[in-house]
């Protein structure tokens, strides 16, 4: 299993498991795998603007981010890519965060993207046969 990246709700999924039934546990099972190979967990720093929004589910998202998940930042060269991927995508820029959560997986030289999300994001990444979209 390569490097595991949580997109936005992945992330809120993990923070709240009681209100999200199965797929709280899909994305449990995947951390779970993910921890028994040995495969690093990331996020982006930009998905955090999502998640935390100064609530009582910062702390639950907290708590997840301490269980080993590692958050990277948005660098130059990763917003480049980003921007790259979502104009040859074709989308609005209502996708500014989930072309980020690819163009940090495309910049890890590929990764497994958990997410609600994947028709979006599998046509961001439909260049990158190294990037697999896990739905939840």
């Known amino acids: 299993m390569p490097v595991v990246i949580l997109d936005t709700e992945a992330l809120s999924v993990l923070a709240s498991p009681k209100e999200r039934g199965a797929s709280a ?17 990331r996020t982006s720093a930009a998905v955090l603007v999502e998640a935390c929004r100064g609530q009582s589910r910062d ?3 907290a708590r997840i981010l301490n269980q080993g998940v590692d958050v990277l930042p948005v660098d130059p060269g ?5 921007a790259r991927i979502l104009n ?14 690819v ?29 697999e979209i896990q739905p939840l």
């Open 78 to 82: 990763t917003a480049r890519v980003a």
């Open 59 to 61: 702390a639950a998202v």
């Open 88 to 101: 040859e995508a074709n989308l609005d820029s209502c996708s500014a965060i989930d072309a980020i959560v």
């Open 103 to 131: 163009a940090t997986a495309i910049r890890l030289g590929g990764a497994l993207i958990v997410t609600s999300d994947p028709d979006d994001l599998s046509r961001l990444a439909m260049d990158h046969p190294d990037i």
């Open 25 to 41: 546990r899909r994305a449990q099972a995947i951390l779970q795998a993910a921890a028994l190979r040995n495969a690093p967990v």
